[in-house]
């Protein structure tokens, strides 16, 4: 493996914006209490960022508040709002380049991949939403009785969202552009580990024309500043996307408070299912982006996303060829620094979750599992770790049943059809899972026995803004991309009339 993640130091853009912003201001903590943001290439820090509170919150949720019930974007035309919602989207574009150094020094992300793909999805995930800002409709019903109704389609309210540090941009939008384009007003609390690119994007908000208190950025710790979304009585819904065990928190804390509505994108374990009639070299690239993808460039397809392939299952037919051949893949792989342009994995996003992922690794080798590639830190500077496969990986081992979230993959072999659905289905998640094989009739009945949000077939990662994107079970409830997701930020508000010869008359 050819490492380098020390070729190129690269000089950090200015850091402009490091404050909470609230109510269209850029404003310290009331606290004054500051924290580090920790570049992941070199493990130094970038800047000191405001640390929101409780009290921070409350003023962010009060100016939410006052925007909701007495402002204009709620009551706006729908078209009005796509508008400013596009020239957000502009200014996006217009600034592709800043922002994505801002997600590359602070999350560790490959730069040609931010610039070609995160911050352009980013934009237009927004376009997407604008489009439907001005086509939420109730219905017309028939009623019995001599009375008519209808419904109407009303924006839930003050919306509190928290995003995790893996896909800071997508993530930021995958919530706001749908609550936005609802007419909700709303306050993001960004991953402690990434928050430069959040209030970034507060900044062209304001500028786009998004009125002040619309849309509020709170950084701040999951204890405390995500703590105190959860249990606001003034807000009316919170969507998380994060671990399961935090989700079970957030519920705990809308539940608690005032029943407020929970929507949560969770952990995964996802299974990529390889059958013998699968063309061996693409059946291994599809399987090494499964759990190398967000930090590999795009042109050879780290697994620091919860639908990451990582448990992978190759039928006995092609299981040694396909050892043999994943093995020679990922020892070619170019770990290093996320500005150079021949790197394809970069580090992981700080040293909290450097260390988790190497634990694991060695919770593996204990297990009896083999390792048949990786498994430790590229440099000495740095979160970087070695894209890691294990084989002869038992069912009920730690590295088969937890989400790691990095660049580890177990490799398993399987018989028949149905040891593979079975083994598929053996995990308490249900975000995703990839099958790949020619045959269309294997496809369709392995596709619909699988217990998971989407399936991929011959394909992963296949994302797209019309799709609806979200979990069974364990990986929580609620859907981000699609029509689906802009359905969670409104409710139904039923209008019932009498008409001629009504018993009401």
């Not at 237009?124 to 604008?130: G, S």
């Not at 019309?466 to 409830?477: H, I, Q, R, V």
Request: net charge neutral; proline share 4%; aromatic share 10%.
């Amino acid at each position: 493996m050819e490492a380098k993640p020390t070729d190129i130091t690269n000089e950090i853009p200015e850091i402009k914006f490091t404050k909470l912003f609230i109510n269209g201001e850029f404003v310290d903590s009331v606290s004054g209490k500051t924290f580090e943001t920790i570049d992941p290439r070199t493990g130094e820090v970038i800047t000191r960022v405001a640390e929101g509170d409780k009290e921070d919150v409350d003023l962010a949720v009060k100016a939410a508040r006052e925007a909701f019930d007495h402002g204009k974007w709620p009551r706006m035309s729908g078209y009005e709002r796509g508008r400013i919602m596009m020239k957000f989207a502009d200014l996006i574009e217009e600034n592709v380049e800043e922002i994505a150094i801002l997600d590359t020094i602070n999350a560790g992300k490959i730069l040609a991949h931010g610039k070609m793909l995160d911050i352009p999805f980013a934009a237009k995930n927004l376009r997407y939403y604008a489009g439907a800002a001005d086509k939420i409709h109730g219905k017309t019903l028939k009623l019995s009785q001599e009375m008519q109704g209808y419904t109407l389609l009303e924006p839930i309210g003050v919306v509190g969202h928290i995003i995790p540090w893996n896909f800071p941009s997508a993530m930021f939008f995958h919530k706001c552009a749908p609550a936005l384009a609802a007419g909700c007003t709303m306050i993001v609390k960004p991953a402690e580990q990434t928050p430069l690119s959040a209030l970034y994007y507060a900044h062209l908000s304001k500028l786009a024309g998004i009125p002040d208190g619309v849309l509020n950025v709170v950084n701040g710790f999951g204890p405390t500043t995500g703590a105190a979304i959860c249990s606001h009585m003034d807000i009316d819904k919170v969507s998380f996307t994060g671990s399961t065990e935090v989700g079970r928190v957030v519920m705990q804390a809308a539940a608690t408070s005032n029943l407020k509505v929970v929507s949560l994108e969770l952990g995964g374990k996802s299974p990529l299912i390889i059958f013998d009639d699968a063309d061996l070299e693409k059946a291994v690239d599809l399987a090494l982006l499964g759990v190398l993808y967000n930090k590999a460039r795009l042109n050879n397809k780290l697994g620091e996303i919860c639908v990451a392939g990582s448990r992978v299952y190759v039928q006995e037919g092609i299981y040694d060829a396909f050892v043999k051949k994943a093995a020679e893949k990922a020892k070619a792989w170019v770990v290093g620094d996320p500005f150079h342009p021949n790197t394809q994995q970069g580090p992981q996003v700080d040293k909290k979750q450097f260390n988790k992922i190497l634990s694991y690794i060695d919770q593996g080798i204990r297990e009896g599992a083999t390792l048949l590639t990786g498994g430790k830190q590229v440099g000495e500077k740095g979160f970087y770790i070695e894209p890691t496969i294990f084989t002869d990986v038992k069912e009920d081992m730690q590295i088969v049943k937890d989400e790691i979230f990095g660049p580890v993959m177990a490799l398993m072999k399987f018989k028949t059809v149905e040891e593979a659905i079975q083994k598929a289905n053996n995990t308490r998640y249900g975000l995703a899972a990839g099958i790949i094989t020619n045959n269309l009739n294997l496809a369709n009945t392995v596709s619909r026995s699988i217990r998971a949000g989407v399936i991929w077939i011959n394909c992963y990662f296949a994302f797209d803004f019309d799709c609806a994107f979200g979990g069974y079970k364990m990986s929580g409830f609620g859907k981000d991309l699609g029509m689906e997701a802009l359905e969670k930020y409104l409710q139904t508000k039923s209008v019932v009339t009498p008409i001629y010869n009504s018993p009401w008359l």
